[in-house]
């Protein structure tokens, strides 16, 4: 048996398959990991999430800020952004049976000494209170106040991280923290607006991956999210969004012996 952890696929369904059979994956023998962002840009979001939800025996896919978006979206609480590509699922008949399966997807990932989430982790979190926060967010998806989550769930504030934070404003956090992290202020409090590569950071940034003492240094983190990031194995983290809707590669980690798959993908949007 082998588990793939596959990176950010965003509805390229034509890239899924193909990296499927360079891998030879058997659904009897794998498992296949995601990290989220199954959904949204791409071409072809409708069959991406149809051939997770055939093959949930043998996928876990944790919840991207895309995946989100898509939820939102369906529930009429944010408009959908001019370069979305979801209306293929909106219409599709078995619409509300994708979007169940969707929101009851976990947040984190965790599984002996390897962690998947699809951004980040603020650095106040170690590897048990990041399992414990996810949970609180898991819990609220699938509980009957799932909308109201949904309705409030924009927003950029709060930034930092409190024990006392309550509310849409602690779900918001989290969500925030897990989906959508990529620097971190040097005061640890979450930054949203670069989202170009190392080169390019400035001084007053850093990477969540690289705070000072985060709690969550003696696990090892798998995710996403970061294209202009790229592939990036280390000790501690794996970074497996490799750009694939911009025209990169479609990438998969094999856990049990660390080496990396790629197929290249043709672009689906250049902006």
Request: charged share 25%; net charge negative.
């Given at each position: ?52 939800m055939a093959h949930d025996d ?214």
């Amino acid at each position: 048996m082998s588990t793939y952890v596959i990176g950010d696929i965003q509805g390229c369904h034509e890239a899924l398959e193909a990296l499927l059979a360079a891998l030879n994956f058997d659904r009897a023998r794998d498992r296949v990991w995601i990290t989220g962002d199954l959904v949204n840009r791409g071409e072809d979001s409708l069959a991406v999430l149809r051939w997770c939800m055939a093959h949930d025996d043998s996928v876990v896919a944790v919840l991207g800020n895309h995946d989100l978006h898509l939820l939102a979206v369906a529930g009429g609480y944010v408009a959908p952004h001019r370069k979305d590509t979801l209306d293929l699922i909106l219409r599709a008949p078995d619409r509300d049976e994708l979007l169940d399966w969707l929101r009851r997807r976990p947040m984190l990932h965790r599984e002996g000494e390897w962690l998947m989430v699809h951004a980040g982790l603020p650095p106040e979190w170690g590897a048990e209170a990041a399992q414990l926060h996810a949970g609180e967010l898991e819990r609220a998806l699938r509980g009957p106040h799932w909308r109201a989550f949904l309705k409030d769930m924009y927003g950029n504030e709060p930034r930092r991280w409190s024990p006392l934070l309550a509310g849409q404003e602690r779900l918001r956090f989290i969500a925030n923290a897990l989906t959508r992290t990529r620097y971190l202020h040097v005061d640890g409090s979450l930054e949203f607006q670069h989202k170009l590569g190392l080169e390019t950071a400035p001084d007053d940034l850093v990477p969540w991956f690289d705070f000072p003492n985060r709690r969550s240094g003696d696990v090892r983190i798998l995710f996403g999210h970061w294209s202009t990031l790229g592939l990036l194995v280390r000790e501690d983290v794996v970074a497996l969004d490799t750009g694939c809707l911009w025209g990169g590669a479609l990438t998969a980690f094999r856990l049990e012996d660390e080496q990396c798959f790629q197929v290249r993908c043709q672009a689906r949007q250049k902006t």
